[in-house]
């Protein structure tokens, strides 16, 4: 964890100016508060090494004196917290393989890093957050109730989005489709329940002509699911890779003969090569993290293959579109996941300041976190914080470097507290009681109030 400025050194104060009194928050009163200047410093308990459960009751309680502040009610001395609380300021979202699971596992860490977002700490501070994963192959609800044992927690559809959830959005825009990858049908059942009219997929094809692909042969099951029809009279008015192929010849084979047909029909060919139909991918990630020691082969492989067979056949380039992260789209979606989910469930009709994304893979989670940080599209903070945990290898350099990086999704959640804790009491110390300019520091001692990331 490459964070400088030790909790300690973090909370502990400079050397003060002369005139200027240390004041515990604990034991301040209110003519204390009021009657400045005054530095107010963290009670004895948060100077001492604690786990996350303190530290984020330390915001809340930091928080709780700034919204005094910011609404002119008077301060007075701290008191125990509710049962329950939730954060207003700042958010969570989590990639999922890599980061809370892998190889169909729990990560340790996950487990109490969820404990702590959900307020099983000693003073019950809840911190919204929502899953954004490239991965599919499911409905949201299936991998939710997976989401959910693996955690062993309640994961909602409402705080969940998956690489394809964005192509529901597209189903009214197309009449007869291809849906690519997953097993069985269930990637067919996933788009029929997101609303697309006519979907087949390319056991219905090789059902119509075995010749199809000269070395795939329909299993039993197949031949049994898959539905026969006459593709001579159907045109494919657009391809969807919903998730990982389980027969890149195959798959590829079919996706081929459709881009190169004249307007999707299947057994013509186009003279110009641009007249097939588009595709979709949901993601492009090249590799994921799994049980294996090496990383194993994503749907953006998938993509980088079909791109370089198209251009040696056609001597073109293929056109396609993937959705997922890195994608900009992707996070405003995930924005308007986050607002809905924080004002059904939490209350909190207004944005948060700041967006902590904990993800293992640097080309689309910490990319995508940068990116959309830095776009006009985002009205706050977006925070990538890269973990060890997946895709990431000791020794090397990210392709795209994150503001921060952990070991593991634990460390993640404790470093977005921690800095919301400095932020907190920095904004505090600067602002003083609401009724004066407060104490104004050096800079050197506001860097002791600051974390610095990579
Ligand atoms: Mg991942």
């Keep these: 964890m490459s964070v400088t400025g030790t909790k300690e050194t973090m909370l502990s104060p400079p050397n003060m100016k002369r005139g200027v009194r ?29 786990d996350a459960h303190e530290t984020a009751a330390a915001l809340e309680m930091a928080k709780r004196h700034i919204s005094r502040i910011s609404a002119n009610e008077p301060i007075s001395t701290p008191t125990t917290p509710p049962a329950t609380s939730t954060t207003d300021a700042y958010a969570f979202a989590f990639d999922i393989d890599g980061v809370l699971i892998r190889g169909g596992e729990a990560i340790p860490e996950a487990i109490e890093a969820m404990k702590i977002l959900n307020g099983q700490n000693q003073y019950g501070v809840k911190i919204p957050y929502i899953f954004v994963t490239n991965g599919g192959g499911k409905s949201e609800e299936e991998r939710c109730l997976d989401l959910s044992r693996q955690l062993h927690m309640e994961v909602s559809p409402g705080q969940f989005i998956c690489g394809h959830t964005p192509m529901r959005e597209m189903a009214e825009r197309y009449g007869t489709v291809l849906v690519v990858g997953g097993e069985g049908e269930k990637c067919r059942q996933v788009a029929e329940g997101y609303g697309f009219k006519d979907v087949c997929t390319p056991g219905d094809i090789i059902k119509d002509n075995v010749n199809t692909t000269p070395f795939r042969k329909l299993t039993k099951d197949e031949q049994e699911h898959s539905r026969k029809r006459n593709f001579g009279e159907v045109e494919i008015e657009a391809v969807f890779v919903f998730a990982d192929s389980r027969d890149w010849a195959g798959d590829q084979q079919i996706i081929l003969d459709l881009l190169m047909s004249k307007k999707g029909r299947l057994g013509t060919r186009s003279e110009t090569f641009d007249e097939g139909p588009p595709i979709f991918f949901s993601h492009n990630d090249m590799v994921w993290a799994t049980s294996h020691d090496h990383t194993r082969l994503g749907m953006g492989a998938l993509r980088a293959s079909l791109e370089a067979v198209f251009k040696a056949m056609t001597k073109k380039e293929m056109k396609s579109t993937a959705f997922g992260k890195p994608q900009v789209g992707t996070f405003q979606f995930a924005t308007r996941l986050l607002q809905q989910w924080r004002k059904d469930v939490h209350g909190i009709d207004s944005p948060p300041q700041t967006v902590y994304f904990v993800g293992d893979t640097p080309e689309s989670d910490i990319r995508g976190t940068n990116e959309f940080n830095e776009s006009p599209l985002c009205e706050n903070t977006w925070y990538s914080i890269l973990v060890r ?35 907190a009491m920095k904004s505090q110390i ?12 050096e800079e050197d001692q506001l860097q002791d109030a600051t974390i610095t990331d990579d």
């Design 389 to 423: 945990t997946g895709v990431f290898r000791e020794g090397t350099k990210p392709g795209f470097t994150p503001m921060a990086t952990v070991d593991n999704v634990l460390e993640a959640v404790k470093h977005g507290i921690q800095r919301e804790v400095a932020k």
């Design 430 to 441: 600067i602002d003083g009681n609401g009724e004066g300019p407060g104490v104004i520091l």
């Design 22 to 50: 240390r004041l515990s928050s604990v034991i301040a009163t209110l003519d204390d508060l009021s009657l400045g200047p005054s530095v107010v410093v963290p009670p004895q308990h948060m100077e001492q090494p604690s």
